[in-house]
């Protein structure tokens, strides 16, 4: 028997019972595309979990001073911190920051053009490296920032924060205006428009570290800001405190962000097991669907097995075209499921606007999936048509 | 395939070649091979206790003859023709179907001999209702391994020996009985078999239609096929050449 004519048959066969083929078939193309869809959607739902850590938070690891050294202001943390850290592999940006005491000293704009307004306002000052800025994502509105020169200098310059410029009525730096802090005059060199971490800098007015040691009589950075490359938070959680405080790394607390492939690993489980058991259930009734609907055709067509038997048909022909419809059922659940599937991942996906995300090997496989079972399924039918005795098949008509 | 040989009584050039390499050898058996050959044929069914449903059938069938095999229901006859169509296999004696013993064949040889050398026409058509008439004729061709090309042109020049080639693209529920059977003899027809078998093909048809195919028979009997019909009505065996009857298992020429 030639292979075309063995297809031939099949599908004859299938064509001739289109209605119980497409319900039969139904029962494989929900449960291939319950699984197809599962599979997709928390793969898509754990990377957009994934996504959203990954841009801030899973790269965030902050060192201060622990309990035990003191907390806060303590002065446990080096002044080359910053250069400490850049050392270590893994580190994208880093760099020191601290609160500095004016004792009560204003701040005050000049020249004073508005009258209305407050003459002096009170700000809060910090100290950063000038690192700091890229470990906290700061964007320039305008000017420059400061760099290692004017901490070594101990330059009196001064960036701002977008509300702290807004308070002194400071819009432009184009015209190189300054600030009295206390009786002491700064020029603003910089305005900052926004930052990604420590908010605080935002109502603040930052100067360099060595400004501050010198004015102020800072004795220490408060903390140390660092982004991580990604993947690299628990390498730098473990790596850091040793590196800023090698005779005792016990002084210093480390905040570092959840591990994100737990938080993953938690909703994946919660949403997979549900619904990958419900894929299960649904393919295994559709198996068992193919199955019983096989062994009613081939209970039904007796007579038409006879009729083959008498026509030259060896048993194994028989065995084979029943296998084979039943396996293009399951492949047609197949198709028609990992498509289904495929389309309630983007419906999702477009309504919640995440991006979809599918192992190519998904929608790809389901098919073989689905012939599999078909293949399965039909496996115990096939085997009862070929083994029908030729004469009492064909004593039982078509 | 294990490749067969003729019984050496039959005297036949071994390994003839044949149009598909699948084919029994024997392809062209000379016409002195007789077309059927039985001898002391008997089929038992079960054990405790036997049934005993042929005993002794001696027949020769010369080609290009029709033979009746008349007989009560009951007698053997549907069982003998299950043995001549190489879907039931004797208890003991010899059956050479063009010199061919098919008493050793293995299950698959035999399908290739019935796919081969055997056409059925049966009392209830046996035609898949779900397929057209053509397609119906060309599953004869199906199990024999033949090329797909031209199929479909042998088997409307089957149908043409039948008349029905207005009915090719019919399905075989819209045909009258005599018409359904009339396909159903072209299926037989298509590939030129050694031996046509019919079981009781008036039974299932009126007094018009019965004649209509009896008429058939006859004119595919003056063509020279080789025609096997049982049946428990006389008036159909009186058309065959030949006529047996077989009573309690037993065969007997029928003198009348």
Redesign the interface.
């Known amino acids: 028997?030639?292979p075309?004519?063995l297809a031939a048959?099949a599908f004859?066969g299938l064509v001739?019972?289109p209605a119980r083929v497409l319900l039969t078939v139904l029962g494989t193309v929900i449960g291939i595309g319950a699984l197809v869809a599962t599979l997709g959607l928390s793969k898509t739902a754990g990377s957009q979990i994934v996504g959203h850590f990954d841009e801030l938070s899973a790269t965030d690891v902050v060192v201060s001073p622990s309990a035990r050294a003191g907390g806060a202001g303590a002065a446990v943390l080096p002044w080359d911190a910053e250069a400490r850290l850049r050392r270590l592999n893994g580190v994208a940006a880093a760099g020191t920051l601290a609160d500095v005491d004016v004792r009560g000293a204003l701040v005050r704009s000049v020249p004073i053009n508005d009258p209305l307004a407050a003459g002096a306002v009170q700000l809060p000052m910090k100290a950063a490296s000038p690192g700091a800025f890229r470990a906290v994502h700061a964007e320039l509105a305008a000017g420059r920032l400061f760099d290692e020169g004017h901490s070594r200098r101990a330059d009196r310059v001064l960036v701002l924060g977008p509300n702290a410029a807004r308070r002194l009525g400071i819009t432009r730096v184009d015209q190189q205006p300054a600030v009295f802090v206390g009786d002491r005059l700064y020029a603003v060199i910089g305005m900052l428009s926004a930052v990604s971490r420590q908010a605080s800098l935002l109502g603040a007015a930052i100067m360099p570290e060595g400004t501050a040691r010198r004015e102020f009589g800072l004795r220490a950075p408060a903390l140390a800001q660092v982004e991580t490359r990604l993947g690299a938070v628990d390498l730098i959680v473990r790596q850091a405190p040793v590196a800023l405080s090698p005779g005792d790394p016990g002084l210093l607390k480390v905040a570092a962000p959840p591990d994100p492939r737990e938080l993953r690993g938690e909703v994946r489980n919660d949403l997979d097991a549900l619904f990958l058991l419900l894929g299960g259930v649904s393919l295994l009734v559709g198996a068992i669907g193919i199955a019983n609907v096989t062994l009613v055709s081939v209970l039904e067509r007796v007579?038409?097995i006879?009729?083959?038997?008498?026509?030259?048909?060896?048993?194994?022909?028989i065995a084979a075209q029943f296998l084979l419809e039943s396996a293009a059922m399951g492949l047609a659940g197949g198709i028609v499921g990992a498509s289904a599937g495929t389309l309630v991942i983007v419906g999702v996906s477009a309504s919640r606007t995440w991006t979809p995300v599918l192992d190519p090997w998904v929608p790809l496989g389901a098919p073989v999936v689905g012939a599999l079972i078909g293949l399965l399924s039909g496996t115990y039918p096939s085997l009862r048509a070929a083994w029908l005795e030729?004469?009492e098949a064909?004593r039982s008509?078509? | 395939m294990r490749h067969l040989t003729p019984h050496p009584d039959a005297d036949v050039a071994p390994g003839a070649p044949s149009h598909d390499g699948r084919r029994l050898v024997a392809d062209d058996a000379p016409p002195e091979v007789p077309a059927v050959a039985l001898q002391g044929l008997g089929r038992v069914f079960g054990a405790d206790p036997p049934v005993v449903a042929l005993r002794g059938v001696d027949l020769v069938l010369e080609r290009g003859t029709s033979l009746a095999i008349l007989g009560p229901s009951g007698s053997g006859k549907s069982t003998l023709l299950?043995v001549l169509?190489c879907?039931?296999r004797q208890t003991c004696g010899t059956y050479r179907l063009d010199g061919i013993d098919v008493g050793g064949l293995s299950?698959?040889e035999r399908?290739?001999?019935?796919?081969?050398r055997?056409g059925?026409v049966?009392q209830?058509?046996?035609?898949?209702?779900?397929?057209p008439v053509i397609?119906n004729v060309m599953?004869?061709e199906?199990?024999?391994?033949t090329a797909?090309d031209g199929r479909h042109e042998r088997a409307l020049r089957a149908l043409e020996r039948v008349g029905m080639t207005h009915r090719a693209g019919f399905l075989p529920t819209r045909l009258s009985g005599g018409e359904q059977q009339r396909v159903a003899i072209a299926?037989a027809l298509l590939g030129d078999p050694t031996i046509m078998l019919c079981d009781e093909p008036t039974g299932n048809l009126d007094s018009v239609n019965t004649r209509s195919v009896l008429a058939l028979f006859d004119e595919l009997g003056a063509l020279g096929l080789t025609v096997v019909i049982v049946t428990h009505e006389d008036e159909v065996a009186a058309h065959a050449a030949r006529r047996v009857r077989i009573i309690d298992g037993e065969l007997s020429e029928d003198g009348a």
Request: aromatic share 6%; glycine share 12%; net charge positive.
């Open positions: 028997m030639r075309a004519d048959e004859a001739a019972r007579g038409e006879g009729l083959r038997r008498a026509l030259g048909a060896a048993r194994r022909h030729p004469v064909l008509g078509t | 299950n169509g879907l039931d299950d698959g399908a290739v001999l019935r796919a081969q055997i059925f049966f209830t058509f046996n035609l898949l209702a779900h397929r397609e599953l004869a199906v199990y024999r391994g797909r299926r």
